[in-house]
């Protein structure tokens, strides 16, 4: 048995039960010895993602945390109302991992040529078990970066990189030429803001503050349209018009957000359409919701025509759909820009023992722009 | 010049002005003569349909029409709100033909083998201005059916049952085993149910009132769910479950309709899966918005996971979308089976004369279930 990582480190888990708590508390488990295709990772660094919050909390509360430690590990509490205990019932009682990305260095390897080749390297990693000082991955999980990476730029390799190649992706699959991001000053867009400028692809960016304006601005975005000015309808029509942009990624979800993209895209489809018809332009309209930072309804007023389309969209099964090579393509982009195209910054640093205190889980739960937290399991 | 045809003949026309007002009215227009690929039909028949009624009264109050003749030809006016004017801009003022089909006697045709192999055969045809006593058309539009059909019968060859086809297509297409339809006693309801019955396929269908359960039932519908009834919703989740549908189409469009729908796909779907997931259940839950019996806005409260889509759907981009082959496919299917899965019955035939009768208008317009309008301009 290999001796470069310990029989045990410490992780942390999310538990909800029936009471309508969600308990996030450290734990102690097993280093698992890693089989034929795996590895062993000693986890520098992993970001706090917004799609990490869910399984962290629950759909809870977390400004309302209170400390819950049993003595040995620290913990915290956090209300969870009886409707989302109820939506969740497939999670009562179990500790769920948490954590879906991170980034670490390969301190032991099974005997796979594939598992050998990593050994020692800086790797980005997606287990959805993030939170914790050691795991044991698949080399399939792993995502190798050059010699001399940083293991804390390597944390965030997968989540934002893919899902901002996989809006470009889905955009030229079905047929789009341009396309619109509804978060454009989050880490996600400004990643996505880097692509488009690279790959000459036109983007409109949704802002919801002045300030974002200039920032995107001075990143040389052409196109930002900010949600919270009086002439946003308008700025918003002609950027569509001058992008030709018909796909929309929209992290906010609720509201009426979506009938406003589809609405004005329509708007300057039949501008260019020749013929009237009561069913609207053949040109048709997508907006795809992958985040939900408004959690109430979205509300269509259907005054786009008739081809149009919403949905959700989700980076593993957008994964799954272009196949491995495809994938693979898009993994090896994301390692060698890591720190350019696909490069994260971080508002603030926690160790495990941080990432339950209640006054930083109310701090980094509120997924300010800017002030981004990267957990580090050995501080 | 061939003489089994008058050189002009009686046609509708629909014509929004800027004034607020929608006029339809009777004209008198050149009977062309047909080119090499065209025949020329006495129309004999042509069903006022849901999708007729947005181009021949513009959104406007049929139920407020005023006769509006000009003292050759019958005419009725109807008021149009100035927001329903404005999003029809690249109408106004233009007499737009109305009528998306018809059934009538090929009594000309060109020099082509295609056309010389209609003529005198009893057709059905699509071509957005079947409200006319002679319409010149390409052979391509025509659907011929057996010897000895009434013209009647093939009236309404192409809107309901291609659309009630291209429901099942496009649910086989899509990877769905069964399917959601939700206004199951329309003339395309029973048409679905037919379908459904022959090709065992699982439908569940969705009634607005008690006497509809019983009539679908009666027509051998297995999954009967009343939309009115207290328990509604649990009805809605075991027919789902009994049946395994995943995809929906819903002719009323607004309102929370198409999030129950996704909401109890989503319920059914997490009964079935292993693992708890935040994102929901894999299984892809698909809406689709024919119509809008309910112009309101659709309001989704997106509890059901990510793996969702709702979207438009629209017959013709359809039939372009399956190719020639399959669109032939399923037309001959509708040739065949004319008189039994495809009929369709009526409950009032109007003359043109009668079609621009404001009483009459008010009548047809309201689109009640088993009222339907057959136009017999030869009347």
Avoid at 156 to 167: D, I, R, S, Y
Avoid at 188 to 203: A, F, H, K, Q, S
Avoid at 349 to 375: E, F, H, I, N, W
Wanted: proline share 5%; aromatic share 6%; with cysteine.
């Amino acid at each position: 048995m290999p001796s470069e990582y310990p029989a045990t480190a410490l992780e942390l888990r999310s538990t909800l039960t029936d009471d309508g708590v969600v308990r996030l508390a450290i734990r102690r488990t097993d280093v698992a010895d890693p089989a034929d295709d795996q590895v062993v990772v000693r986890v520098e660094a992993a970001p706090i993602n917004p799609s990490d919050l869910g399984m962290m909390f629950a759909g809870g509360d977390p400004s309302a945390g209170l400390p819950a430690g049993d003595g040995i590990h620290d913990a915290v509490a956090v209300p969870v109302t009886e409707a989302a205990v109820a939506a969740q019932r497939a999670r009562l009682g179990k500790p769920m991992p948490v954590g879906n990305e991170g980034g670490g260095v390969v301190v032991a390897a099974g005997s796979s040529p594939g598992a050998q080749a990593l050994l020692g390297k800086t790797v980005g990693f997606l287990s959805g078990n993030a939170y914790a000082q050691y795991r044991t991955l698949n080399v399939s999980q792993c995502l190798p970066m050059a010699d001399g990476t940083d293991p804390a730029d390597a944390a965030a390799a997968f989540v934002n990189p893919l899902t901002a190649l996989g809006m470009v992706e889905t955009m030229r699959s079905e047929g789009h030429t341009a396309l619109v991001h509804t978060v454009g000053a989050s880490n996600l867009g400004l990643m996505l803001n880097r692509i488009c400028i690279d790959d000459g692809v036109g983007l409109v960016n949704i802002v919801r503050k002045p300030e974002h304006v200039e920032l995107l601005r001075s990143l040389g975005a052409d196109h930002v349209v900010d949600s919270s000015a009086e002439s946003f309808i308008d700025d918003l029509t002609d950027a569509l018009r001058a992008t030709g942009a018909t796909i929309a990624f929209d992290a906010i979800g609720g509201g009426d957000l979506a009938s406003i993209l589809l609405s004005r895209m329509e708007k300057v489809a039949g501008e260019q359409a020749g013929e009237f018809s009561r069913y609207g332009s053949d040109t048709h309209k997508q907006v795809y919701i992958y985040g939900g930072l408004d959690r109430g309804p979205t509300t269509l007023r259907r005054d786009f025509g008739m081809s149009w389309g919403l949905g959700g969209w989700l980076l593993t099964p957008f994964l799954i759909k272009i196949g491995q090579d495809a994938a693979d393509r898009l993994r090896q982009r994301v390692a060698d820009e890591i720190t350019t195209t696909f490069a994260s910054t971080y508002g603030t640093r926690l160790s495990l023992a941080d990432a339950v205190d209640p006054s930083q889980v109310a701090r980094y739960a509120r997924m300010a722009t800017g002030d981004k937290a990267l957990v580090t399991p050995q501080a």
